[in-house]
């Protein structure tokens, strides 16, 4: 079984990358469905001192779902969905969490250790969603910028490849952006 | 927000995150104009972008991980290493205690948590820095081990606890805080003068013993101040030495450090300043919930005062805690000396607790053996000894001399007392810095700083700053003090060394008072060669503050201003004003390329408008070109210079010298020089040439020599205004006193050709044809200038020297159809010959050219036989001359 899905995911991401954009439909459930599992996975067993970046979900689910041999422009396809579905899957993480907390004692966030617990604070991470969300409004395209890089770890060439620009332009956008976002999530 | 906002907002926004930060300031004043709304967002995203330290920029999200990369369990083997235990787990890796089963001793093993290869060459960095320490404070580095793929760091197992675990105990004791304190600066003071920077001093990186011994560990995050450039990894070099990196933990950092800016060694001890705090204090100097709140406090706020600790110490953690790091301690070893002398006083009182020790301190540190013997200890603590001779009397004397023997030995670079000076100081004179790299391709970088703060403190309101051509006249001379002083009637004195090694520049100022000769005050600067456009600002800012000059806020930053954020274009332009200021015909075409290439670098660079403007200006005078040719463009280039920033006196005075001797605009002329003098009262060449091309001119001789006067007072060694004020005398038929100046002036300068002809021309305008011929003759042979010439002619056909004024005639004539020679020269020798006709031609033939000083000639004696010619008057009529 797991052998056809990942024939199937395959074949769609071809398509996506030929043009055909309706596949993106298609694909979500499939790749939605592995993050989460992974997410989920991850979130259960509580060991502090130990993180692990989002993207790395990301690069599992991948490895889980396609493996290695798929051509690097599927690949990057691929990270920029699951970007944005590990974006929603961490937000509405955040979202339950804190619903959960609600009710509790208020909770002194220091950002000292840099270290952000979407478990212990999910408002930065609800921030952060808004913000992005405003940022799409004014500017599409770095927000995209934005989720691919901080959601699905592409780099800039890759990230330019999907959105059919420059490296350097991407390298830009991403500056501008976390600055502006980063502004906002102070603010906030 | 709107589409089209945005986009401006991210053009800005993008070439301003390209510029270092110091050049951003002045861009930003370009780009954003009076729109502050648009400046206050692109500020605050690029604030936003400086702040390393954000959930964006560490995206991690708190997923327990799973995959363990290490999970080494006891009595592992890696190599010829058996794991004992893991003892930690660090920002950069993990930390496992091991056995050297090679020499059977225990070592600290540490491994990169990440193996992506930023993390992967910072641990490498981290190993090759720190393995080049020995010192007992210092964990040492075994090895570099290599094993299965993974590199570690084989170092000195250091038992004890972690300083921050003994603080999370309480305050530690005042002798043991010094203790530490002592160590620390120990260890970085042999670190710093290795060139290793530690940048991550906390308590977490000390380690104390039982036995109190003090380790830091982790100079995981040092980089090399000074760089070898035979380095061949520059590209890990850049990676690590950006300024804009923000490493380490917020409440240990400097300001500069949170600032993103560059950090050095003192940016180390600011973090021990703050470690000292917390051990004496038991809190954090600064903190706040968050790291922006942090970040606030340690830039903005003083830390609350520490109770019941000897002044001497709160006067030392304030010393390391003072934001401005060029008034912190400047090395780790001045510290150590005046923490070493702190703890021999408690040891001596036998005073470790901290109650009652503060007066009974006191009470020693007034005794006088004491104070002797800190004076003789401490030699290379010129803060202590001077705190020291405060509180002593008896010794001042002792101290004074120390001072001055250690500023001119060892150079000792700091704050220095100033309790001689209380009052302001009213004049100044910038000696040319002296070029101590031994690379004379770099003197124009001298000069041209020399030359830049002259220009800067001239806008200091009060302040006589004397001019360039009168300091350069000490260049490369042995000049004392108080002769100095004297010869230039200023009160203080700045000198500067300045030091090249590698792109970094070191610039050592040290500000004296002429009548004491002991220095106000004295800093080291270095700085790479690329930022000495900030550079120049700060020292200009720092000067002024150590003249107690009290500024506004619109003078400071006039002060304080620099015209190109662009370091090629500030450098081309010192090379311009370079050649400029040995203003010979070649170098002044030379200095046009310099300037033209400076506005290639950067279209809206102001200064080197100007400069260009004021080099056109001289072309006629020099023979470069003729007025025709280069006036035109002078104007051109003051124009585009004061649309580009009007306060520029420079320009206004070009555009003056353009006005009145190219376009005979006498009012506009007047005007601009005007506004020239009242934007800078210390440039004297707006003085000299109001006073010659507008006031002697139109005959207003009084008016014209009190200007000079003042010039002369600006610029008292120089001949040029000297001899003008001469001229003026001459102009006003007051020869014997215009003989008297000339004499006055060739006393100082006897090679000055110009004032030899002009002797003559005194001589020649009395009728003493000899005296005028010998004069005159003298300045040929130190210059074969036309005028020169003209004027032997002209003495010598009045004189019955007529065959030979008509050889030079000959020869001006011949070299005007090869080059640019002043018609006035050819004019000189025809009035001489008495023929009227010819030099009435010759006349209008300067006049219709432009000749730069024509109007200043229409005034000569020698032409009162002509007063009366028609032709003559619409000459003066023509330059607006005739009343």
Redesign the interface.
Known sequence: MQRDKTQEITTLLRELSAGNRETIDALVPHVYDELRKLAAHYLKSERKGHTLQPTAIVHEAFLKLIGQETEWQNRNHFFAIAANLMRRILVDYARNHKAAKRGGEIENISLEDAFIFVKDKPDEMIALNDALEELAKIDERRSKVVEMRFFGGLNNEEIGEVLGIHSNTVLRDWNLARAWLKTKLQNS | ?S?DK?NE??KI??IA?EKEPSERFEYLNQACGDDNELRLEIE??????D?E????????????????KLNLKKNEKIGAFQIIELLG?GGMGEVYLAKDLRLNRQVALKFPSLNDENSNRRFLREAQAAASLEHPNICSIHEIGHEDGRDFIVMQYVKGETLSQKLKVGVLKLADSINIAVQVADALSEAHERGIVHRDIKPANIIVSPQNLAIVLDFGLAKRIVFDSNEPDSSLKSMLSQPGMILG???HMSPEHVRGQQVDSRSDLWSLGVILYEMLAGILPFSG????D?IVSILEKEPPLIDNVPDELKRIVRKLLTKNIEKRYQSASDLLIDLKNLRREIEIRGETEIETHEHELEDTLSGQTVVTHEITTSSSSLEYAVTQAKKHKFAIAIAAVLLVAVISTVGYFGFLSNANNSGQINSIAVMPFVNDSGNPDIEFLSDGMTETLISSLSRIPKLSVKARSSVFRYKGKDASTQSIGKELNVQSILNGRVVQRGDQLTLTLELVDVSTENAIWSQQYTRKQTDLISLQSEIAGDVSSNLKSKLSGAEAAQVAKSYTTNPEAYQLYLKGRFNWNRGTNVLLKQAVDFFKQAIEKDPNYALAYSGLAETYVLFPSWGVASSKESMPMAKAAALRALELDDSLAEAHAALGAYLTQYKYDRVGGEKEYRRSIELNPNYATARQWFALDILASSRRFDEALVELSLAQELDPLSPVIATNYGDTLVYARRYDEAIEQYKRTLALDPNFAFAHYALGWAYGSKGMYPEAIAETRKAVELNDDPIANGYLGLWLAKSGGRKEALNLLDKLKQESTNGYVPGYSIALIYIGLNEKEEALNWLEKVVNDRSPTIVLYAASPELDDFRSEPRFMNMLKLMKLLE
């Open positions: 927000m589409p945005w907002i991210s926004f993008h995150l605050t995203l690029l604030d936003s972008n702040q330290d954000s959930f964006i920029d560490s995206p991690k999200i708190g997923f327990a991980s799973q995959i363990t787990i933990t917020v409440s919930e968050t790291v922006s942090t």
